[in-house]
C-alpha cells in the first residue's frame, strides 16, 4: 500500500448552521464569513483553509480560523434576523484530522462502510459515515487529501484506528471493474 499520513490538524474553527439552505441570506453570510459559496449536496466549498461543508439538507459546518468564530457569530447572527436558523460554536467538541497519500481510499476502506471507491467518492465529496463504530464526515479535497471530523471525546480512539488501517495492506474493494 502507498505511503499514507495521518495527522491531527491544529484546533480549528467549527460553526455548524442550521436553516434553509435555500435562502440567499444564509449563502451570503457563509460567504461572508469565511468566503466559500454554498457547497452542493454532498459536497465542501473551500477558500485556502476556510471551507462550507454540506452536512445535511438543513445543516452546513463552516470551518475558519479559531479566534474569527465569535466574530462571524455575531455576523451570521446579524445577516439571518427574523430568519429561522441556528448557528453554534462546535470548535471543542470536534476534532480535524488529514489524511494524506495516494492509499488514503485503502485506509478508510477498512474503517467504513461508506463506498470510497473513485466512481462513488470523488474529490470535493463528503461522506458522513461510521469510522469503525463512532460517526465521522469524511471530506475528499483532492485525489491524495482527506479531512476527516469526529467528535473530540473519540480522538485518540479515531487517531489509534486510521493508523493502525495505515500500516499494511489494501482493501481492494474499491478498484474498478474492468
Request: net charge neutral; hydrophobic share 45%; charged share 20%.
Amino acid at each position: 500500500m502507498s505511503e499514507v499520513t495521518i495527522r491531527k490538524q491544529a484546533p480549528r474553527g467549527m460553526i455548524t448552521l442550521r436553516g434553509d439552505l435555500s435562502v440567499p441570506a444564509l449563502g451570503a453570510a457563509c460567504a461572508e464569513v469565511n468566503g466559500c459559496d454554498l457547497p452542493a449536496r454532498g459536497q465542501a466549498a473551500h477558500a485556502g483553509e476556510a471551507a462550507t461543508l454540506w452536512m445535511s439538507s438543513d445543516e452546513l459546518l463552516l470551518l475558519l480560523p479559531q479566534a474569527d468564530v465569535p466574530d462571524a457569530l455575531t455576523r451570521i447572527g446579524a445577516a439571518l434576523a427574523g430568519s429561522h436558523h441556528l448557528a453554534v460554536d462546535v470548535s471543542d467538541a470536534r476534532t480535524l484530522f488529514s489524511i494524506e497519500g495516494a492509499g488514503l481510499r485503502d485506509v478508510l476502506g477498512k474503517l467504513t462502510p461508506a463506498d470510497v471507491s473513485a466512481a462513488a467518492w470523488p474529490p470535493g465529496a463528503l461522506r458522513r459515515t461510521r469510522l469503525a463504530q463512532v460517526a465521522a464526515a469524511i471530506w475528499l479535497r483532492t485525489e491524495t487529501e482527506a479531512q476527516l471530523i469526529c467528535f473530540r471525546s473519540v480522538t485518540d480512539y479515531v487517531e489509534a484506528l486510521l493508523h493502525t488501517a495505515a500500516k499494511a495492506g489494501q482493501v481492494g474493494f474499491h478498484r474498478p471493474l474492468r
